[in-house]
């Protein structure tokens, strides 16, 4: 399966007036296109919310971005949320967690083992839009996150995903794809399904570098992430063979 958890944009109403972002500001931070990324794959979980209401992806007392140190520096409040607005955030953190575990769950009595594609993209040209991207060095096209997991359990999954995307070519270039370069896979989903399915889950956290798109404007390339969808979804017969030669 495959989930896309900062693919979202949508904001509460309550507190939609309270931000000090623009919707351009949290479009930059945001992983658009992600939830396209994984439309081929079988099994999908779609977040529609900004992770600036709510981060799925961090522990549940860092959920809610209070402070401009959680936020790339970022003052995301005009005004601070009320208890009762916080409250509700983290509810939907609760109940994101609630469902995915009912949902693995019952993967996992089904089939035994799963792979869990966690759905990511970054930014590369922070300094501006005409400014110098990253170095490629510190920037791979495609960033593996894996510190989380028991790789002496699942490092041929993830030498095997390596190497597969590692095949393709984009804009004439080979994809350079790497593992825990520009992150780790240190977020909260990875962690949670490593420990609630320590021997039969295996969750991947799979960074774009935002190749596919104008980071400052939000314009897709259409061709490119036509493309990458068709490369991710490519890895999921694959990813099938390497689990049914373990059962």
Request: proline share 4%.
């Amino acid at each position: 399966m495959a989930t896309a958890i900062h693919d979202g944009h949508a904001l509460r109403p309550d507190i939609a007036g309270q931000y000090a972002l623009t919707s351009d500001s949290r479009l930059r931070e945001e992983d658009p296109f992600t939830a396209f990324l994984i439309s081929d794959m079988t099994n999908q979980v779609v977040f529609h919310r900004s992770r600036f209401e709510v981060d799925l992806n961090r522990a549940r007392d860092a959920a809610v971005y209070l402070r401009p140190d959680q936020a790339w520096g970022l003052e995301v409040w005009k005004t601070p949320l009320r208890p009762e607005q916080l409250d509700a955030s983290l509810r939907v953190h609760d109940d994101y967690y609630r469902m995915l575990a009912t949902m693995l769950a019952g993967i996992q009595q089904d089939h035994g083992q799963f792979v869990l594609l966690d759905m990511h993209s970054y930014n590369h040209r922070r300094g501006g839009h005409d400014q110098r991207p990253t170095d490629q060095k510190d920037a791979p096209d495609i960033n593996i996150g894996t510190s989380s997991m028991k790789r002496e359990l699942w490092g041929d999954v993830i030498d095997a995903l390596v190497t597969h995307f590692s095949r393709f070519t984009l804009n004439g270039r080979a994809l350079d794809v790497r593992e825990n370069i520009a992150f780790q896979g240190r977020g909260e989903q990875t962690r949670f399904v490593h420990q609630e399915f320590p021997e039969t889950g295996c969750a991947i956290a799979i960074e774009f570098k935002k190749i596919f798109m104008d980071e400052w404007t939000g314009e897709p390339d259409r061709a490119a992430l036509v493309q990458l969808r068709s490369i991710v979804a490519s890895a999921e017969p694959l990813l099938e063979r390497l689990l049914e030669g373990r059962s």
